[in-house]
Structures are given as structure tokens and as C-alpha cells.
């Protein structure tokens, strides 16, 4: 595949763990989150979002929690399976202009070992 | 859900020509987007494509260079001219879906310039 998250920071975790993964955005404007799954030779994958009004949102398996105050995002995936293994992004929604456009962070790099 | 098509989905180019990238969506959608994901890397975005006038670029990245053209509400191209190896890179159709609001994301041309 594709050298996707090549140069990234990287989270490795065993199998069965819980993972976090954290990001900080920079626009204190931005009102919308979302965290995205790249897998090798794919393209992103909507995970889960939040909006600005909230600081946490569950989904299955997974949970963001958002704190404004020190800008900062985080993906928690409970007992994290091989399946989980790909690059993960966060991305903010920016109005500049008329435009609504997602800004996407630097990404990390899962690595699920048995 | 959506389901964005890219073609080609990868092309190997001679430095000093040009490529053209087709995006297909089946889906009613709001707006479109082309983002760079170099290797390694996070995703950049290149320009917002608007239907039928010119697309809104991002700093750094100039009309001459990727010309981007939506013709209709579900397709677009991206042109990648005069190509250099630094042009190497995937580049990524994404498209916010008028009905729930995700931005999805087609699996990307993989450009290698040589």
C-alpha cells in the first residue's frame, strides 16, 4: 500500500487495549469537529464528529471529547482491534469567507499489535 | 452514505506534462473539494470547486497550476499541469452530502511524476 502515516507520530497499543489519540486545532472559531480513518491506499473515513456546543460524543467503540478552552480534540477507541490499525486525523471546519472548509490536522498513526 | 469515484486512480507522468482527474459523485451534493496528501503526510486542501465559476484556491496554490473545473453538481476535474516531481502526490476528491452533511472522501489518484 501507500506510505500513508510514513512520517507520522505513532500510537501502538495492544490488542484488547483502550486507545486515545489527541490532536490540537488552532481556529478558537471553528464550531465543528470531526475524526477520520485512513487506511493504506484509502481514502479518509468519517469516524465520528462534535459540534462546539458539546464536549463529549460517544459512538460505538469510539469517543471525542472536545476542550475548548485549550483547544484540543481526542479520539478514545475502546478494547482497539487489528481492524483499527490506520492513520487518524482530525479535522475543523472553518467559515472564511462564505466558505465552510475542513482544515485537517497532522494525524497519528494506530498500530494494533496481537 | 455517498460514493465518490476517482479516475485515474493512478497514472505514472513524465515531468512537464499535464494530468487531468475526474471526480464522480452519486449523490446530491452541496460542495467539493480537492485536497494534496503528499506521502506521509496530512491532507492539504487545494481549492474549493464551485459549480459552474472559478474555484476558490487556497495560499500556495494558484489557477495556472491546478485548474479545477465543475461543470454540474456531481462532477468535477482537477488538472495537475506542467508536472515536476514535487507533484508527486495523492490528490483527494471529497464532497459534502446535502442530506446529512458528511464530507465523504473518494480513494484518491496517486500521481507519481518522474
Known amino acids: 500500500g501507500e506510505s500513508v502515516g510514513l512520517h507520522l507520530p505513532t500510537l501502538s497499543v495492544q490488542e484488547g487495549d483502550n486507545s486515545i489519540i489527541n490532536c490540537a486545532y488552532s481556529?478558537?472559531?471553528?464550531?465543528?469537529f470531526i475524526w477520520y480513518k485512513q487506511e493504506s491506499g484509502k481514502g479518509p473515513q468519517f469516524i465520528i464528529d462534535?459540534?462546539?456546543?458539546?464536549d463529549k460524543r460517544q459512538g460505538q467503540r469510539v469517543t471525542v471529547l472536545l476542550n475548548k478552552t485549550v483547544k484540543h480534540l481526542s479520539l478514545q477507541i475502546a478494547a482497539t482491534q487489528p481492524g483499527d490499525s490506520a492513520v487518524y486525523f482530525c479535522?475543523?471546519?472553518?467559515?472564511?469567507?462564505?466558505?465552510?472548509?475542513?482544515?485537517f490536522g497532522a494525524g497519528t498513526r494506530l498500530a494494533v499489535h496481537p | 452514505s455517498a460514493v465518490i469515484s476517482q479516475k485515474p486512480s493512478r497514472d505514472i507522468c513524465q515531468r512537464g506534462t499535464s494530468l487531468t482527474i475526474q471526480c464522480q459523485v452519486d449523490?446530491?451534493?452541496?460542495?467539493m473539494f480537492w485536497y494534496r496528501q503528499q506521502p506521509g503526510q496530512s491532507l492539504t486542501l487545494i481549492a474549493t470547486?464551485?459549480?459552474?465559476?472559478?474555484?476558490?484556491?487556497e495560499s500556495g496554490f494558484v489557477i495556472d497550476k491546478f485548474p479545477i473545473s465543475r461543470p454540474n453538481l456531481t462532477f468535477s476535474t482537477l488538472t495537475v499541469s506542467n508536472m515536476s516531481p514535487e507533484d508527486s502526490s495523492i490528490y483527494l476528491c471529497?464532497?459534502?452530502?446535502?442530506?446529512?452533511?458528511?464530507?465523504?472522501f473518494g480513494e484518491g489518484s496517486r500521481l507519481t511524476v518522474l
Open positions: 481556529n478558537s472559531a471553528s464550531d465543528y
Open positions: 449523490s446530491q451534493v452541496t460542495m
Open positions: 462534535i459540534r462546539s456546543n458539546m
Open positions: 479535522a475543523e471546519k472553518e467559515a472564511e469567507g462564505g466558505y465552510n472548509k475542513l482544515i
Open positions: 471529497s464532497a459534502l452530502v446535502i442530506w446529512t452533511g458528511e464530507l465523504f
Open positions: 470547486a464551485n459549480q459552474g465559476s472559478e474555484a476558490t484556491y
